[in-house]
């Protein structure tokens, strides 16, 4: 069964730093979408990074580019997620995810099909 772990979150002061690991299991996802996505209290959730499945494309959401940096490890099936500068307004519960298809570049939380149980991150100002 696909299992999908993030860890890494915690509380940071503004302007710190934080590296969110996702770690899958149950199978590979070497030849699939992986992305990141967010979630603050009353808010719907949000589109934050995404990397192919060669790790040669990747994207990001307006807000967190060029503080944000997403990453994948293929021999230990995992994807990462460095965040730099952080602000209090990227508070909020952070979920790792898998596209549902092999080979097909996705953004959109519909395009993903599993998803992690979230880990937290807190930054104060």
């Known amino acids: 069964q696909v299992q999908l772990v993030e860890s890494g979150g915690g509380l940071v002061q503004a302007g710190g730093s934080l590296r969110l690991s996702c770690a899958a299991s149950?199978?590979?996802?070497?030849?699939?979408?992986m992305g990141w996505f967010r979630q603050a209290p009353g808010k719907e959730r949000e589109f934050v990074a995404a990397?192919?499945?060669?790790?040669?494309?990747?994207n990001y959401a307006d807000s967190v580019k060029g503080r944000f940096t997403i990453s994948r490890d293929t021999a230990k099936n995992t994807v990462y997620l460095q965040m730099n500068s952080l602000k209090p307004e990227d508070t909020a519960v952070y979920y790792c995810?898998?596209?549902?298809?092999?080979?097909?570049?996705?953004?959109?939380?519909?395009?993903?099909?599993?998803w992690g149980q979230g880990t937290q991150v807190t930054v104060s100002s």
């Open positions: 995810a898998v596209a549902r298809k092999a080979y097909y570049w996705t953004e959109d939380t519909e395009g993903f099909g599993s």
């Open positions: 149950g199978r590979t996802f070497s030849s699939y979408t």
């Open positions: 990397i192919s499945w060669s790790g040669a494309r990747t």
